[in-house]
């Protein structure tokens, strides 16, 4: 069983920048790939970028790639996902996810986090 808790949402101006962290439950979270997916309003959920358990392999939705990176500390149980250049149709609520598969970190994850909002402003 893993508990994800996302922060570090809120409402920035296009072409700035947020961080957000996804802090897990557990001693073992270097077992499992991370994952963030948003869901934007109106629009189905999607993914955005996913990160194997060692942090070596990344994967990017390629409408992000470029300005988002995905990240983790293993030490601290924490995935994070920096935005850079944000723009308005980046505005969603983001969800962090975990799945032991990497396989199915990008698309049928386990484990899923409450979400937090992301405004970006034109």
């Known amino acids: 069983q893993v508990q994800l808790v996302e922060s570090g949402g809120g409402l920035v101006q296009a072409g700035n920048s947020l961080r957000l962290s996804c802090a897990a439950s557990g001693r073992t979270f270097s077992s499992y790939a991370m994952g963030w997916f948003r869901q934007g309003p109106g629009k189905e959920r999607e993914f955005v970028a996913a990160?194997?358990?060692?942090?070596?392999?990344?994967y990017y939705a390629e409408s992000v790639k470029g300005r988002f990176t995905i990240s983790r500390d293993n030490a601290e149980n924490t995935v994070y996902l920096q935005m850079n250049t944000l723009k308005p149709e980046d505005t969603a609520v983001y969800y962090c996810?975990?799945?032991?598969?990497?396989?199915?970190?990008?698309?049928?994850?386990?484990?899923w986090g409450q979400g937090t909002q992301v405004t970006v402003s034109s």
């Open positions: 990160i194997r358990r060692t942090g070596g392999i990344t």
């Open positions: 996810a975990a799945a032991l598969n990497p396989n199915d970190v990008r698309t049928t994850p386990t484990y």
